[in-house]
């Protein structure tokens, strides 16, 4: 099960960091996931982890901006938002996935796990 939280309404330029945490399962042994959906949008990629580590891989919106960590002593997942924009409001779902493989990190279907979702709004 996950948990993501820490979503809220922010100014333009504004900052916020997500939550994700996990339980039941060890998130060290998945590929752990951001995601977003604005209102009328379909669900997007924003950022992930491979199983392994490494490199973190981000959407090109987000890159210089968000920046995503792990934290497997407390089974958790964050983002970190900075210079928040308007476009940046959506509903923000952590995910997790078993055997996600490099070139499918940023495709929701790899992914078997979701959270509740967090609501960020950026205001103008």
């Known amino acids: 099960q996950l948990q993501a939280y820490g979503g809220g309404l922010v100014p333009a330029g504004g900052s916020l960091r997500l939550s994700c945490a996990a339980s039941?399962?060890?998130?060290?042994?998945?590929?752990m996931s951001w995601f977003r959906q604005a209102p009328g949008k379909e669900r997007e990629f924003v950022a992930a982890v491979h199983r392994t580590g490494g490199r973190i891989t981000y959407t090109d919106s987000v890159k210089g901006r968000f920046t995503f960590s792990r934290d497997n002593a407390k089974n958790s997942v964050y983002l970190q938002m900075n210079n928040l924009k308007y476009e940046d409001t959506a509903v923000y779902y952590c995910?997790?996935?078993?055997?996600?493989?490099?070139?499918?990190?940023?495709?929701?279907?790899?992914?078997?796990?979701w959270g509740q979702g967090t609501l960020v709004t950026v205001s103008s």
């Open positions: 039941g399962m060890s998130s060290s042994r998945y590929a």
């Open positions: 995910a997790a996935g078993a055997g996600v493989i490099l070139s499918a990190i940023s495709d929701s279907r790899a992914y078997s796990h």
